[in-house]
C-alpha cells in the first residue's frame, strides 16, 4: 500500500492564481482530511469528508473548495490564492473520523 | 469543540536522557493519537492510544481515559529523536484537534 499521497511536494504561486492540492489513499478509508499547519499554530483542520459525495467545512475553510467524487480521492482547490495561504497542507485518512488518522508527506505552498 | 494542551512546550536533553511529555484535553475522546514530525516535516504515527498503556521500542504512552490526560516517555534519547512531538484527539463525529506540539532537542 502507497497509504495516503499527496502531489506537489512544493508549489509557487502568484497572488490571485489558483490551483488543487491532490490527495488520494489506497486503504479504503472513508474519512479524509486537508489541514494546514503554521508556526506556532500546530495543524488546523480546512475541510473534510466522511464518505464520497459528503464533505463538510473544518475551523479554517474560507479560500478553499472540496470535493469527495471518489473514495480514494480528495483534492483540494484554492480559487485565488492570496499570501495568507502559505503554509504546509497535510491530507488525513481513516476508517471513520474516530479511528486511527494517517497523514500524507504534506504539500508546501509558498504565495508571493 | 475539545481544547488539548501540550506540556512543555520546549525540551532540550542530552543524548541518554529519559522524558515525559504531556497531553490534557479538556473532554474526553474516543480517539487520541501521538505524532513525532521529523526535522523534514514529516508526521509519523507514534501511538493510537484512547486508553491504556501500549510500549514501542523505546517509547511508550499511557491515557488515562477518566482524567484526560495522556502521558508520552521517551527513553534512552537519542539525536533522531528531535522534532517536535503532537498529540491529537477527536470524539465521534468531530474533527481530530491538535496540540500546539512539544519541540524537542536531543544532543550529543
Known amino acids: 500500500n502507497a497509504g495516503v499521497t499527496q502531489t506537489p511536494k512544493f508549489q509557487v504561486l502568484k497572488t490571485g492564481q489558483s490551483m488543487t492540492l491532490q490527495c488520494a489513499q489506497d486503504?479504503?478509508?472513508?474519512?479524509m482530511s486537508w489541514y494546514r499547519q503554521d508556526p506556532g499554530m500546530g495543524l488546523r483542520l480546512i475541510h473534510y469528508?466522511?464518505?464520497?459525495?459528503?464533505?463538510d467545512q473544518g475551523e479554517v475553510p474560507n479560500g478553499y473548495n472540496v470535493s469527495r467524487s471518489t473514495t480514494e480521492d480528495f483534492p483540494l482547490r484554492l480559487l485565488s490564492a492570496a499570501p495568507s495561504q502559505t503554509s504546509v497542507y497535510f491530507c488525513?485518512?481513516?476508517?471513520?473520523?474516530?479511528?486511527?488518522?494517517?497523514f500524507g508527506p504534506g504539500t508546501r505552498l509558498t504565495v508571493t | 469543540g475539545i481544547q488539548v494542551e501540550q506540556s512543555p512546550p520546549d525540551l532540550i536533553l542530552q543524548e541518554g536522557a529519559n522524558s515525559t511529555l504531556r497531553c490534557n484535553f479538556s473532554?474526553?475522546?474516543?480517539?487520541l493519537q501521538w505524532f513525532h514530525q521529523n526535522p523534514w516535516g514529516q508526521l509519523i504515527n507514534l501511538f493510537y492510544?484512547?486508553?491504556g498503556t501500549k510500549q514501542n521500542g523505546r517509547l511508550s504512552a499511557t491515557t488515562v481515559a477518566t482524567e484526560r490526560y495522556s502521558l508520552l516517555y521517551i527513553s534512552s534519547s537519542q539525536t533522531t529523536d528531535s522534532g517536535v512531538y503532537f498529540c491529537?484527539?477527536?470524539?465521534?463525529?468531530?474533527?481530530?484537534?491538535f496540540g500546539k506540539g512539544t519541540t524537542l532537542s536531543v544532543s550529543s
Open positions: 486503504m479504503n478509508h472513508e474519512y
Open positions: 491529537a484527539g477527536n470524539q465521534a463525529g468531530t474533527a481530530l484537534i
Open positions: 469528508s466522511v464518505g464520497a459525495g459528503i464533505t
Open positions: 473532554d474526553s475522546v474516543n480517539n
Open positions: 488525513a485518512s481513516s476508517y471513520q473520523g474516530s479511528y486511527e488518522q494517517y
Open positions: 492510544i484512547p486508553s
